[in-house]
């Protein structure tokens, strides 16, 4: 059995059923921005993370269903079977060898996404976050959401924050089994809060997150700054939102975006996401800023751009970025 | 007398004549690009660096003729009179309190370049550096070349490298009043290195190079890093010039150059030079290395890209930049 080879994941999910209860299973996770980023692992096989993160949910969703299937285990991705060998495809095998009840029990996985996958929106964590949720429900496993969170997490790190709507913290842990690795939702919201994504280039990237944080924290010079930085970011964010502070909220989540990428551009060779397009929206953002539109932008390992700023000045932002598309938050 | 205002200037020029000896006087001084930037002053006044740093003179040159003039100070930037009240013209002025004899002694200085001013190719670097050595020869001062970096040091800090060909590592020193705070020969020449400027915009820049400085020492957390990655990068590229290693003296320019601009992105507010075309060509730089080229870059405060690459490899090179312009590098 494979399963007990990831220990976190045996300790959660060897007492529980191994027999389908229900025919199909289907449920759905959102997409979540993180605005602390989580960049950089203390264990790569149970995606244990060096520092904790922050996201917020959005109105996207990836919706997937579970049932058994015949003779190996398939796989479809908005509607297109994924091949065998793909990446995507061997790394969801992997993660469904942790609830396969023996080597000959296969699944079938429809999976279906409201947003271009590997384009920097974070479509792998709604992935995995709506696949556990659909298993939990075939097996009928009843786990909680802290143990959900868990679970998603050995599929894709920021899996975990998606088992939650609204704001959402991952805390890190300090377990090596990755126990007290989970999210937790943040008891505020911020209604007037907006984001519109600046849609860039929906091509895959030239190097995979994964890679890339791996790269960073053993090559950057500046990673070394990382986990203390994302410390005070995070209470920035946090204290922000409390205190309905926008320009300091602003500040904080751009900067933390701005060092993961100082990071990557350190990083020997150098990762680098961006792309013309990226810089001049960058660029864009700042003349706005200093022309009174108070515009805060974050970004993933992508080339895309996520612009935040207050309901009362969507008017304004979009003016600057009349191409930008504004994405419902979700509490 | 507003020179003794200057403590170190004092210290060098006080003991001197300060009658011209000859009618005018004219000098030349090359530009000089950092492998290892000048980013950060310990002394504003005085233009101490927080670090050593390390460069390369180019066959571009400003020169600089020095004449008295009548009623006021009078300064041409390549045939056109600065405006009174210009921010250089106002530096210049002060440069030139340091060496009037009298508050009734005026300067006339025609200086011309060859490159385009303030679009990081450091011109004011190799114009503060002509202007001290015509003034040397104007006043007679004689000084040698470790006093008349010093002094050019004082117009402006990168000027101090000037007064020098080929390699040239300007030692920060320790001395609070900057007198062991200038330029030496790196006794080594590469003759394979090659030098090719892409010149993405002569515009000027949006922020002064000294403005940035100071932002970045003063918000930046990457900033904290940076003292102790310069004295890493500077063994590496002089060993690899040493060694004749160009990979290893590559790779330490090109992570200096980006680490510099990681303390800039990561200031309150962020500091940007990049342009959508910098962006472009660094990737296509990263591209050119994948495919086997060895093609290196740095960057100053500003847009424009300097391709490093060794002889051999130089029709490649032009073959992904048919834009770059090659620059005869001066030993």
Redesign the interface.
Known sequence: MQRIDRKSAAAILLPLSWSPVVESATASAPVNIALAKYWGKRDEELHLPVTDSFSVALDHHTTTTVRQAIASDDITLNSIPLPTDSPFYIRCVKFLDLARPSPSFFFSIATTNTVPTAAGLASSASGFAALTLALNTFFGWNLNRQKLSCLARLGSGSACRSVYTGFVRWQKGSSPDGSDSYAIPYDDWWPELNLAILMLSPQEKPISSRQAMRLTVETS??Y??WPE?VV?DTIAIMTGIRERNFPAFG?AV??NA??M??TM??S???V?Y???????S??MV?QA?KQGVELYFTMDAGPNIKLLYLQQDAQSVLSYFPQARAVTLLP
Do not use: D, G, Y
């Open positions: 010079p500046v070394a700054l930085q005070k500040q751009e900067r701005l060092m990428h100082a551009f350190t020997t060779p150098p680098c961006w792309l013309e397009k990226t810089i001049s960058m660029n700042w800023r």
